[in-house]
């Protein structure tokens, strides 16, 4: 399965900049003017068996209504959006990390999925798509014969 590639040396120098915050006793020390609405990316799992292959997408605050799931031209779209619970008034907080806005996701599917069956369930913020592989995608055992 082909999976989105992403640059290691990103989550790296967050963790940098965690360790320097701390260090210095400073959360904002290199950070921008803390804010709690922009775009956002749900952390993901991807999961293969024999019979299928399993998404699952970390969606806390996200509604069901607001979740749009396409597969088109085996590529799978998770698209949303999570909401401000009320109007922010930014001098009553300490800090805003959970972050508000839409979210974009895609996935190169293989061509042995069954896109005819794909199931997609969301419970608790956690939402789960299950991909069955074809028949013909699944494994079989051969016969070696002795001459």
């Known amino acids: 399965m082909a999976l989105?590639?992403?640059?290691?040396?990103?989550?790296?120098?967050?963790?940098?900049?965690?360790?320097?915050?701390?260090?210095?006793?400073?959360d904002d020390?290199?950070?921008?003017?803390?804010?709690?609405?922009?775009?956002w990316t749900p952390a993901v799992d991807i999961l293969e068996t024999d019979h299928?292959?399993?998404?699952?997408?970390?969606?806390?605050?996200?509604?069901?209504?607001?979740?749009?799931?396409?597969?088109?031209n085996n590529v799978l779209t998770?698209?949303?959006e999570r909401r401000t619970e009320k109007e922010i008034r930014k001098e009553n907080y300490h800090r805003m990390e959970r972050a508000c806005g839409s979210?974009?996701?895609?996935?190169?599917?293989?061509?042995?999925?069954?896109?005819e069956n794909v199931k997609a369930e969301f419970r608790n913020g956690l939402l789960?798509?299950?991909?069955?592989?074809?028949d013909s995608a699944k494994g079989r055992s051969i016969e070696v014969n002795a001459a």
């Open 4 to 26: 989105m590639r992403t640059n290691p040396l990103f989550s790296e120098l967050s963790g940098v900049t965690n360790r320097l915050n701390r260090m210095f006793g400073r």
């Open 29 to 39: 020390l290199l950070e921008p003017e803390v804010s709690g609405v922009g775009d």
């Open 52 to 72: 299928e292959i399993t998404i699952k997408a970390e969606l806390p605050g996200v509604e069901a209504k607001d979740v749009s799931i396409s597969l088109d």
């Open 78 to 80: 998770l698209k949303g």
């Open 103 to 115: 979210f974009h996701r895609s996935f190169a599917i293989p061509a042995f999925v069954d896109s």
């Open 128 to 134: 789960t798509i299950t991909l069955p592989k074809k």
